[in-house]
């Protein structure tokens, strides 16, 4: 199939994995100009040049072609080497809702959208979630390392494909981003009241949380008390919705398939702010 340029505003990327045959990899999601959908993978975001390494809520024009090693309808690769980012706009929140909620359907029932990823004849894997009301903010510990076995298998790729560079050329191309040896989920309920929990899987959770843990000189308590405080307290006068999306791995297997790759928390519009959906 023929790559085709298309012009997208990215509203989420997955905090860096990594994988034994593409090294780092970002998962992005972001609206096309006419409101779709479009998951742009693998995406090794560390290979990018500077002025390609786009932040969310920008414009980016890149070419793509059909992923069909991916069932999801909404997942292409694209040609990094053509990445253009366009100059990043100024923080306005009206905008966002604009590009973001005008054209986007926005689910508020858990089972329903469940329902439709499921459908084996047009499942979708991205969608807009507006949860009913935040019970609460989860923290649990997970592996403090990568996988051993991904990593010796990336240092043994990098040897074989390297052997002309430098020791120093080797090692500052393979680069591997640090591991957040925690896990962050919400517990939340739909329009009907039906409880869910959901991982947390965005890049800026992952970087609130090392920032935190930096600023606090190392203390992994208060750095994990100040992420609870942020998403849990100062969200809490924001109007949240959740952008989910499925794993390839688990899309049909698992009974809720979906976790969050990010969360749009635009400022309360002035007839609700009297209103919040935390506890």
């Known amino acids: 199939m023929k790559s085709k340029k298309e012009r997208i505003y990215v509203v989420a990327k997955t905090y860096p994995t990594i994988s034994e045959k593409y090294a780092e990899l970002v998962c992005t999601a972001g609206i096309r100009e006419d409101g779709s ?8 975001f560390r290979l990018l040049k500077d ?11 890149v070419n793509i072609e059909r992923n069909f090693s991916d069932f999801r309808k909404e997942s292409f690769r694209p040609d990094i080497s053509s990445i253009f980012v366009e100059p990043k706009p ?8 604009k590009i973001l909620l005008k054209n986007t359907k926005i689910y508020t029932n858990k089972q329903t959208l469940i329902q439709k990823a499921k459908d084996r004849s047009n499942p979708i894997s991205l969608a807009l979630f507006k949860p009913a009301k935040i019970i609460d903010f989860i923290i649990e510990k ?6 051993a076995k991904k990593l010796a298998s990336l240092e043994e790729q990098s040897r074989q494909l390297n ?7 080797i090692e500052n191309e393979f680069r591997v981003v640090k591991k957040v ?16 929990t959901l991982m947390i899987e965005d890049w800026e959770i992952g970087m609130l949380y090392f920032n935190c843990l930096r600023y606090s000189g190392g203390d992994e308590n208060i750095a994990l008390s100040k992420v609870k405080q942020k998403y849990l ?13 499925t794993t390839l791995k688990n899309h049909f297997v698992s009974r809720n398939p979906f976790i969050i790759i990010g969360i749009f928390y635009p400022p309360m519009p002035p007839q609700y702010q009297q209103m919040t959906l935390f506890d």
């Open 142 to 147: 997970d592996n403090r390392g990568w996988d």
């Open 233 to 245: 307290e100062s969200f809490s006068t924001k109007d949240i919705y959740f952008i989910l999306g």
């Open 163 to 169: 052997l002309f560079q430098t020791i120093e050329q």
């Open 181 to 196: 040896p925690y896990k962050f989920s919400y517990r939340f309920e739909d329009d009907e009241g039906k409880k869910s």
């Open 51 to 61: 002025e390609q390494k786009y932040p969310k809520y920008t414009w980016i024009e």
């Open 37 to 44: 959908w479009i998951r742009l993978y693998p995406m090794p």
């Open 90 to 97: 100024k923080v306005d929140w009206e905008e966002r809702r």
